[in-house]
């Protein structure tokens, strides 16, 4: 079956620091990629994607690739804000998002003024 | 639009009770999808439809639970008889996934916090 495997955290930065969040992925076919993230209190909100290898999807600031060979799909900040604080879920959709999601376990970001 | 609209947004039942949760999903949207937030699981995908039809139930975890999607404008899940490890916070989420292969965004609620005493 399919999974998604993320470093659960929480990580905690300084303000303008700069942010990797590891995320790999197994899927028995050719998945799309997305990072959402979850703010408290709230329900997800997609932070970007990636549907075949070698895009790179961003927003915000953040950007992530989709690496087939290592099966990879990191998200990265050059420089993280207070308001980047929240839960980020990395997760794989073998029908492009028709289909129901696949997320990791989530990893909570904190950041430090 | 108002999104994804899930009612009750908190609910605290007793083991044994019917509990009814409900979602309107964004007007236009074919594609319904219930998930569970857990802390030990995570984010889990219980159904989803398409057009109004279960496509698939796999990911509901036993008989007490049940959905239903009348019309294309309103579903509910259902727990009879809940449990405490039914505790968890429940996502309804809608697409236009009109086609396979074809990406389109799910949009969340803000999500159903049910508590099980």
């Known amino acids: 079956g399919n999974s998604v495997t993320q470093m659960e955290g929480p990580v905690t930065l300084s303000e303008e620091a700069f942010l990797t969040i590891n995320c790999t992925y197994t899927?028995?076919?050719?998945?799309?990629l997305f990072w959402y993230v979850q703010y408290p209190g709230e329900g997800l909100q997609l932070l970007l994607k990636?549907?075949?290898?070698?895009d790179k999807g961003s927003n915000k600031g953040f950007e992530a690739t989709y690496r087939k060979e290592t099966t990879s799909f990191h998200l990265e900040k050059g420089s993280v804000q207070v308001s980047d604080s929240a839960v980020y879920f990395c997760?794989?959709?073998?029908?492009?998002?028709?289909?129901?999601?696949?997320f990791g376990k989530g990893t909570h970001l904190i950041i430090q003024p | 639009d108002a999104g994804v609209i899930q009612s009750p947004r908190h609910e605290v039942t007793e083991m044994g009770q019917e509990v009814t949760l409900r979602c309107k999903p964004i007007?236009?949207?074919?594609?319904l999808f219930w998930y569970r937030q857990t802390m030990m699981r995570g984010l889990e995908l219980l159904i989803y439809?398409?057009?109004?039809?279960?496509?698939?139930d796999s990911g509901m975890p036993e008989d007490r639970f049940s959905a239903k999607m009348p019309n294309a404008s309103f579903s509910t899940l259902k727990i009879q008889p809940s449990e405490p490890r039914d505790s968890a916070v429940y996502f309804c989420?809608?697409?236009?996934?009109?086609?396979?292969?074809?990406?389109?965004?799910?949009?969340f609620g803000p999500g159903t916090r049910l508590t099980v005493l």
């Open positions: 990636a549907t075949k290898a070698d």
């Open positions: 439809f398409n057009n109004n039809v279960p496509i698939d």
């Open positions: 997760a794989l959709s073998e029908g492009g998002g028709a289909d129901g999601l696949t």
């Open positions: 899927a028995t076919g050719y998945p799309s």
């Open positions: 989420a809608s697409s236009s996934g009109a086609r396979r292969f074809s990406y389109n965004e799910q949009f």
């Open positions: 007007s236009g949207h074919n594609s």
